[in-house]
T-cell receptor, first 112, second 112 residues
Framework: KNQVEQSPQSLIILEGKNCTLQCNYTVSPFSNLRWYKQDTGRGPVSLTIMTFSENTKSNGRYTATLDADTKQSSLHITASQLSDSASYICVVLSGGSYIPTFGRGTSLIVHP | GAGVSQSPSNKVTEKGKDVELRCDPISGHTALYWYRQSLGQGLEFLIYFQGNSAPDKSGLPSDRFSAERTGGSVSTLTIQRTQQEDSAVYLC??????????FGPGTRLTVL
């Protein structure tokens, strides 16, 4: 069964600090992996998309990594801002499928 | 251009009533998804439309749920005889392909 597990479930950090969110998946065959940011009361917004051959992809202060061998991904947030407070969702699409598998998300709270 | 819009943003209904949720996708997007997001849970796939093809309804939790997409554009998700366990945020997403999904803000449904 395709599964996406995220950790930690929740995280509280101080403004300006860095943090790393983890995503482990069992989806096979692998097509791509996305990280989404979901603000409270809003729909998810795509941050990065990574295919099998990509190890690292950055989007401003967000950097995603992918290890297709160990089926792990991470999202690193640098110099966190209050606006980074949100839920971060890891989504994996299987090759030949159009139905993605979603993680439950990591709830990040950035305190001033 | 305009993003994906959903209406209503909030819906409170009594158990046993029918509800209709509307999604206006981005113009020209052929793919349209409906998801359900319950508190503390990952997004749950409900139904997928692609162009004029028959929709994939494999995610609909019961026969009380149905959806249609008229003219390849606007979609309506209907829940008949609502139950308290139907309470959730219903998200719609559209895209040009299965890789890129743009989400609407969601409809928060509360069944009393």
């Amino acid at each position: 069964k395709n599964q996406v597990e995220q950790s930690p479930q929740s995280l509280i950090i101080l403004e300006g600090k860095n943090c790393t969110l983890q995503c482990n998946y069992t989806v096979s065959p692998f097509s791509n992996l996305r990280w989404y940011k979901q603000d409270t009361g809003r729909g998810p917004v795509s941050l990065t998309i990574m295919t099998f051959s990509e190890n690292t992809k950055s989007n401003g202060r967000y950097t995603a990594t992918l290890d297709a061998d160990t089926k792990q991904s991470s999202l690193h947030i640098t110099a966190s801002q209050l606006s980074d407070s949100a839920s971060y969702i890891c989504v994996v699409l299987s090759g030949g499928s159009y139905i993605p598998t979603f993680g439950r998300g990591t709830s990040l709270i950035v305190h001033p | 251009g305009a993003g994906v819009s959903q209406s209503p943003s909030n819906k409170v209904t009594e158990k046993g009533k029918d509800v209709e949720l509307r999604c206006d996708p981005i113009s020209g997007h052929t793919a349209l998804y409906w998801y359900r997001q319950s508190l503390g849970q990952g997004l749950e796939f409900l139904i997928y439309f692609q162009g004029n093809s028959a929709p994939d309804k494999s995610g609909l939790p019961s026969d009380r749920f149905s959806a249609e997409r008229t003219g390849g554009s606007v979609s309506t998700l209907t829940i008949q005889r609502t139950q308290q366990e139907d309470s959730a945020v219903y998200l719609c997403a559209s895209g040009q392909s299965t890789d890129t999904q743009y989400f609407g803000p969601g409809t928060r449904l509360t069944v009393l």
